[in-house]
């Protein structure tokens, strides 16, 4: 087993997350089974309990667990399934061994932060490095692991002495160590300083680990004059400095590692040899780079939600959509829209603000409604559903969005005026969102119904099910506390809101669909959760092939694009051509709208 750890210095969210996915992304392209670990150094058992605020959204595992947004970055680029076990914090690891001491596996000893903690981190990484992530099953060859935080942060520290320690433990020609700093560039000067990465890579020595890699990041490509100058004074091999600057795209990172001869590094240092070559893989990288940076189109989705001040809250979301417009040969645009500036007690509060909202949201191509907890902004979220079904706009609810949307339809379709949630009005007379019996309102983390979770489609006609390529049943993941109440679903369904996908008891409402409209789609689970750059999500990539008509083509031709998309695709325009097939296709096939 090959370890690999990236560590971050100067500021943190410097990519530390991008440059571990994209050098696994390499490794993986050369034929070596690559699996990874992530490292909070936080005192939460995990990232259940956060506020999106805090540290992004709360990425959710196949088997429950609710981790660090970067495992999504590491299954996105490896497409690979990871486990809970694969984030590790500081809270894991103290319960870990308090558990333990109280069991008296430590045989009366003093259990210190020295040896005690720093072995159960190392045998905590041996442990994972171990388990199966392709779907070969095979024992992984290289796992990358991602120290969060920067060096010197105090929480860190345990960890840093951890794997001080596990370089002589699993030997050197086994263990590589790639840190990530800043190269900043003061708009006063406009000279790039390598300061920073000095003092950090020299803290970093001083706690015992020497980086064979150091990864420059800055705004602007790094002349050769500072490459020098880090190689000289942090006592590399220019080889060794890698420059990483800000660019169009995160998938031309594997690229520019790629030209910086990474691979040959990484071969030589720890005594790999690569089963095939990676030019296949790496091409079909770069020409979804190339195709990300030509596109010309644009589709504008609205996402309405109550997190949007921070882009990382929704990521997944995003990542889904960008995945879907890439695909269909647009270039996204998403206009956050705070949930709350469209409810009418901003109308009187702040005007411009409800006005502005409002006029975002009407001039979006599609309008998305994704997942969240409590109160605020739920009116809000209710009128834009109810917008978008009035006025026959494409709409995807995703967990809260489906429940959103069942409550707009009851208060509006059926006449149940006080229709809501009981999380939100647990005294309404008619609630159509309620509880499940078996969440636990003592005890908040990890008692929501969570991981992959198998949909049972119920209908042979079904948009959805068409974009999932007719399947019987789909497993995706979850992550909720409340759905649709059961005993109110014939009332629904009469008017036109149909629930074509429910759980494997057909007790649990998964899917809607609504009839006559373009594309009005809820579904309770998290289909971002496994999006893949060149496998888009089938419930996302409806909503942007809806919301730029190109829904009723697609379906027709077997969900298929035109035969000229593809990721090498260039920007053309034979449209009438795409039309013209496709008002064939629904003079055959029928429109199935």
């Not at 290289?142 to 840093?160: A, Q, S, Y």
């Not at 002495?161 to 560039?185: M, Y």
């Not at 005594?271 to 990676?278: D, I, V």
């Not at 995703?398 to 949630?421: K, M, P, T, Y």
Request: charged fraction near 25%.
């Amino acid at each position: 087993m090959k370890y690999i750890l990236v560590s971050g210095g100067v500021i943190s969210g410097i990519g530390k997350g991008v440059i571990a996915s994209s050098v696994g992304t390499l490794l993986k392209s050369c034929g070596i089974s690559v699996t990874s670990i992530k490292i909070d150094p936080y005192l939460n058992i995990d990232a259940g309990t956060f506020s999106p605020y805090e540290h992004g959204e709360v990425f959710v595992l196949d088997d429950g667990g609710e981790v660090d947004l970067d495992l999504g970055n590491y299954e996105r680029f490896l497409d690979v399934t990871l486990h809970r076990d694969n984030n590790i914090t500081t809270g894991k690891i103290y319960q870990h061994v308090i558990n333990k001491e109280r069991k008296g596996d430590y045989l009366g000893k003093t259990v210190q932060v020295v040896p005690h903690i720093t072995d159960a981190i190392q045998e905590w990484v041996e442990r994972v490095a171990k388990i199966p992530v392709d779907e070969d099953k095979n024992e992984p060859e290289v796992c990358i692991i991602e120290l969060g935080g920067t060096i010197g942060d105090i929480e860190g520290m345990p960890f840093v002495e951890a794997f001080r320690q596990f370089q002589f433990r699993v030997k050197r020609e086994n263990f590589c160590c790639i840190h990530v700093s800043l190269v900043p560039q003061p708009n006063s000067t406009g000279e790039q300083k390598t300061k920073p990465t000095q003092a950090s890579v020299r803290e970093l020595r001083g706690l015992g680990l020497s980086p064979d890699l150091i990864v420059c990041r800055s705004q602007n490509p790094i002349a050769n004059v500072i490459k020098e100058k880090v190689s000289l004074f942090c006592h590399v091999d220019p080889d060794q400095v890698i420059c990483i600057h800000d660019c169009s795209s995160i998938y031309r990172v594997p690229i520019m590692l790629f030209e910086q001869n990474v691979l040959p590094f990484f071969s030589q240092r720890l005594n790999m040899t690569y089963p095939s070559k990676p030019r296949r893989t790496l091409s079909k990288w770069k020409e979804l780079a190339e195709r990300h940076d030509r596109m010309l189109k644009e589709v504008v989705i609205a996402l309405v939600g109550k997190y949007t001040k921070l882009e990382d809250s929704y990521i997944s979301v995003i990542k889904a959509l960008k995945h879907s417009a890439l695909a269909c040969n647009h270039k996204l645009v998403v206009k956050y829209i705070e949930a709350d500036d469209l409810e009418k007690s901003t109308q009187e509060t702040d005007p411009v603000r409800y006005h502005e909202a409002w006029q975002a949201l009407c001039s979006s191509h599609g309008v998305l409604v994704p997942g969240g907890f409590g109160i605020r902004g739920t009116e809000g979220k209710i009128a834009a559903a109810h917008w978008a079904r009035l006025n026959k706009k494409p709409y995807l609810g995703v967990c809260l969005g489906l429940q959103i949307a069942v409550i707009e339809f009851a208060r509006h379709v059926l006449g149940w005026e006080d229709a809501h949630s009981t999380e939100f009005a647990p005294e309404s007379k008619h609630p159509v969102i309620i509880e499940m019996p078996e969440h636990n309102p003592g005890q908040m983390g990890g008692t929501m119904r969570l991981g992959k979770r198998k949909t049972i489609f119920k209908v042979e006609q079904s948009v959805i099910k068409r974009l999932y390529g007719n399947r019987e049943s789909v497993e995706e993941r979850h992550r909720h506390r409340y759905e649709v109440n059961p005993k109110n679903v014939s009332s629904f369904e009469e008017k036109g809101m149909k629930f074509v996908g429910h759980d494997i008891e057909g007790e649990r409402m998964e899917i809607m669909e609504l009839d006559d409209h373009p594309y009005f789609v809820g579904v309770q689970y998290h289909p971002e959760y496994i999006s893949r750059p060149m496998k888009p999500s089938p419930p996302y990539l409806g909503l942007v092939l809806a919301s730029i008509g190109k829904l009723h083509s697609f379906l027709g031709r077997g969900n298929r694009f035109s035969p000229r998309s593809t990721f090498s695709e260039t920007d053309t325009d034979d449209d009438e051509v795409t039309e013209l097939a496709s008002e064939l296709q629904d003079c055959v096939f029928g429109r199935d709208s």
